[in-house]
């Protein structure tokens, strides 16, 4: 438990600043460029989605999960890696082109350029990050990914004001990237796994298929929206739509996707163990959505003060679309582990069709609803996720059995909390004439009352978040005692020094 809460802790932490890097370039960029131009690259980003997962081909995951990784599995998953690599960037260069001429944008062919020279550095960062994942050593991919978001943003942002336009975009993945590589390589230190080898080949592509596959989908569901609005409406509603998405995505970027990267990890060491995974999911469960609810409660009330924070006034229009997409994912914890978990538990495969249904609800349901606006569209995409949601419940039955009766039992005090925490966001509403056009001032404040009355509401439901958070109230006293201490000291010393002065 505790090598698991020191893991948990360095990739909340990692995440948090890539969080606040990712805040501060997005409001910087929201005000040097235009919808249309975030347009471009939400498109460019969809190539690079695909492409990422084609390349990688599970091979990550492959290393995290599997029984034993042994030097020489390293050194497979690195070939394939590879070699699909150069197969998916030549691929990527030559399509350029043709994409955009598709969406009718030639600056899309030299943004694409770039970004499949980006793709290049992958297979010498992916193995490395797998392995240390697997030995838990999140402390070291923390660095890593940390000064990859600095690398990241500072490129883009000043990219940005020298005039870079959505180009600053592709030389910030490029660069990121770059940084990524050779900090892996220098941090995992076994110069030996880049030697090339297909001795587990058959192995690692029998899992890979299906794992690159449902990340194809995935990337395909998180991007055909945007994809279809491109084509059908114009790159100014793409550019608004994606902005909604990812501020609506903020609360689980922010608050739960620390969990993530340790998640197959430790489920996968709780398979190789023998124990309960249903007991291991609905503990995990009860946890994510005693954070997650509230926040997205509390984000569909403040969505005009969020907006103004992250994007500027320009961007209001967007906050009926945020609203309607929070109030939507309430619905979507049952995915949140579905992949590390079937992957953990060997269905791989399940974990390919459960993406697949995804993907397909999402394309019938956008092609449908397109034709009325992006408000038809928002509504869509509350219709997939639960069909997505009610599906991946389905899958993950299969592999760790448990009624809804138990579900319900692990989710009831989730659900009182985010009852009790979204009042005061309800009450500021109420008492704004039921108006949700908070100034920024009045939405932090409401805020900070949310977040207290969840804490109240934690210790009051008896929740099995409350252990964490005394924890975390613990280290945070710890800390400031750490910190009293020191100045008193220094101050100590230093009229010391004054005393034999004089």
Known sequence: MVGLRRALLFSVTERYISIALNFVMVATLARLLTPEEFGY???????IGFAECLR????????????SATRLTARTAFTVMLTLTLAVAATLWVAAGPIAQFYGKAGLEFYLHITALGLLMGPFAAPPLALLRRDMQFQLVAII????????????????????????????????????AVLAVLVHGDMRIFRPSLAEWREILSFGGYSSAAGVFWKLQDFVPSLIIGRLIDFNAV????????????????????????????????????????SAYLKATAYITAIQWPSLLLLTCLAHPAVLILLGAQWVSIVPLIQIISLGLLLCFPTVLSYPLLAAAGGIRHAMIGSLVGLLSSIIIALLVSRWGLTALALGVVLTVSIQSCFSLYLIRLYAPFSLSELARALRKSAATAAM?????????????????????????????????????????????????????????????????????????????RTGET
Not at 41 to 47: E, F, L, N, R, T
Not at 421 to 449: H, K, Q, R, W, Y
């Open 56 to 67: 990688d081909f599970g091979t990550s995951g492959y290393l995290i999960q599997a029984r």
């Open 41 to 47: 690259s939400v498109i460019g980003a969809a190539a």
């Open 145 to 180: 990914n940390v000064a990859s978001a600095v690398t990241i943003a500072l490129v883009t942002v000043s990219l940005a004001v020298m005039g870079a336009s959505y180009m600053s975009f592709a030389w910030g993945i490029w660069a990121g990237a770059s940084v990524t």
């Open 421 to 497: 925490t979204a009042l005061v966001p309800l009450l500021a509403v109420a008492l704004n004439g039921f108006d949700f056009a908070f100034s920024i001032a009045e939405g932090i404040m409401v805020g900070i009352g949310s977040v207290i009355a969840w804490i109240a509401a934690i210790r009051w439901t008896g929740h099995a978040l409350e252990a964490e958070v005394d924890l975390l109230f613990e280290i945070m006293r710890k800390v400031c005692r750490t910190i009293h201490h020191e100045i008193r000291t220094r101050n100590t010393s230093a009229r010391g020094s």
């Open 239 to 278: 550019g608004l739509f994606s902005r909604a998405v990812m501020v609506c995505q903020l609360p689980d970027k922010c608050l739960l996707n620390g969990l993530m990267p340790v998640a197959l990890p430790a489920l996968a060491a709780e398979a190789r163990a023998g124990r309960n995974l249903a």
